[in-house]
T-cell receptor
Framework: DAGVIQSPRHEVTEMGQEVTLRCKPI?????LFWYRQTMMRGLELLIY????????DSGMPEDRFSAKMPNASFSTLKIQPSEPRDSAVYFCASSRTGGEGETQYFGPGTRLLVL | GDSVTQMEGPVTLSEEAFLTINCTYT??????LFWYVQYPGEGLQLLLK?????DKGSNKGFEATYRKETTSFHLEKGSVQVSDSAVYFC??????????FGRGTSLIVHP
């Protein structure tokens, strides 16, 4: 398997623009997680899905953030409008219920810079 | 709720030195415990894990033992290399589907 795939790997945008981050989880995994990593706050869980259904979005910082999972092989995280404080590395991770102690597999991340 | 506490970094060592990164946890029941490693510019990847008390996880020369009596899962390596320089995350997964991660400990190994 190719692992968790994220795109784009790098994104530079201007304040106010819409940003869409994409994730393809590992085939057969039923959980998908979106994280944000910054030096100040470390690794934060934003939202997670089970079988394509959002279960907990309490980590989403505000209404500017939204996430969807239209099918088992694709998810998006959208920021609209973007702000400089959204600059961070965004990770997608997936796992399988009961599999391997439920190890999480992380993608390489999207490095977002909002100017 | 569940929580993970790991030592503050950075930890700076010379090549071939002994490494210990402390990790303690709070959880109900019998969680699975993990160490993840993040190399510069990459995502986190599983380094080792243990799913029950007294289990020892090991990989790439790293080891950690699940100690329920002290609620600890300390990471050790007998002889570090420059290529081990990375950020190490201790994590647990209990009954919740949400894993709990520590803040991460940066390791810098000098030649």
């Amino acid at each position: 398997d190719a692992g968790v795939i994220q795109s784009p790997r790098h994104e530079v945008t201007e304040m106010g623009q819409e940003v869409t981050l994409r994730c393809k989880p590992i085939s057969g995994h039923d959980y998908l997680f979106w994280y944000r990593q910054t030096m100040m706050r470390g690794l934060e869980l934003l939202i997670y899905f089970n079988n394509n259904v959002p279960i907990d979005d309490s980590g989403m910082p505000e209404d500017r953030f939204s996430a969807k999972m239209p099918n088992a092989s694709f998810s998006t995280l959208k920021i609209q409008p973007s702000e400089p404080r959204d600059s961070a590395v965004y990770f997608c991770a997936s796992s399988r219920t009961g599999g391997e102690g439920e190890t999480q597999y992380f993608g390489p991340g999207t490095r977002l810079l909002v100017l | 709720g569940d929580s993970v506490t790991q030592m503050e970094g950075p930890v700076t060592l010379s090549e071939e030195a002994f490494l210990t990164i402390n990790c303690t946890y709070t959880a109900t029941g019998y969680p699975s415990l993990f160490w993840y490693v993040q190399y510069p510019g990459e995502g986190l990847q599983l380094l080792l894990k243990a799913t029950k008390a007294d289990d020892k996880g090991s990989n790439k020369g790293f080891e950690a033992t699940y100690r329920k009596e002290t609620t600890s899962f300390h990471l050790e390596k007998g002889s570090v290399q420059v290529s081990d320089s990375a950020v190490y995350f201790c994590a647990l997964k209990g009954g919740s589907y949400i894993p709990t991660f520590g803040r991460g400990t940066s390791l810098i190994v000098h030649p």
